[in-house]
């Protein structure tokens, strides 16, 4: 069964407006979670990392201010997009990584965001 | 130069062919090394897993890692119209919580 539940699948919103999506991981407890964004036929790009109960770490050229990451608990991670435009519209991922034996990651399975 | 290198492709091959599918990397501190699928609209899904160099196989599935050459393969066998979709390689410099370094994917195409 799924090991991550990223919520909504797909959404539309009105440009100015903000857009919250979840990601939850099921079964397991993570401490850090990823957010990742893909343009279309692109790879996915690492947007930020969001840790538990800390502030997420932003990757180079992501505005924090623009999306705003909270983990709130070690099975929820939200990321928020604030005054969306047009050029937000993509392909919104997040994935969970659990320590052991290897690094394995597991995916949510997305949320496609329209800005019309 | 990018981290991590992979042909877009599109790649089209007919059923039952061998598919090869092929990164190269530039940081030699990179150890675990993956293969993604992503079906259209989907999130990736993990194919295979791998430490190190190698070979690694599951099913029609094989996963080839050469360290001295930084360049890293994955192998379809009996390739099945199921099978298209985008493959993308992840590098990761050490286990734990890191982040993956992602191919830009490989579109693949198998036509019946």
């Known amino acids: 069964g799924a090991v991550v539940s990223q919520h909504p699948s797909w959404v539309i919103c009105k440009s100015g407006t903000s857009v919250k999506i979840e990601c939850r991981s099921l079964d397991f407890q993570a401490t850090t979670m990823f957010w990742y964004r893909q343009f279309p036929k692109q790879s996915l790009m690492l947007m930020a990392t969001?840790?538990?109960?800390?502030?997420?770490?932003?990757e180079q050229g992501v505005e924090k201010d623009k999306f705003l990451i909270n983990h709130a608990s070690l099975t929820l991670s939200t990321l928020t997009v604030t005054s969306a435009h047009p050029e937000d519209s993509s392909f919104y991922i997040c994935?969970?990584?659990?320590?052991?034996?290897?690094?394995?990651?597991?995916f949510g399975q997305g949320t496609r965001l329209t800005v019309v | 130069q990018k981290e991590v290198e992979q042909d877009p492709g599109p790649l089209s091959v007919p059923e039952g062919a061998i598919v090869s599918l092929n990164c190269t990397y530039s940081?030699?501190?990179?150890?675990?090394f993956m293969w993604y699928r992503q079906y259209s609209r989907k999130g990736p899904e993990l194919l295979m897993y791998t430490y190190s160099s190698g070979n690694k196989e599951d099913g029609r599935f094989t996963a080839q890692v050469d360290k001295s050459s930084k360049y890293i393969s994955l192998f379809i066998r009996d390739s099945q119209p199921s099978d298209s979709a985008t493959y993308l390689c992840?590098?990761?410099?050490?286990?734990?919580?890191?982040?993956?370094?992602f191919g830009a994917g490989t579109r693949l195409a198998v036509h019946p």
């Open positions: 969001s840790n538990e109960g800390s502030k997420a770490t932003y």
């Open positions: 992840a590098i990761s410099p050490s286990g734990g919580y890191n982040k993956l370094i």
């Open positions: 940081n030699s501190a990179f150890q675990y």
């Open positions: 994935s969970v990584q659990f320590t052991g034996t290897n690094t394995e990651a597991f």
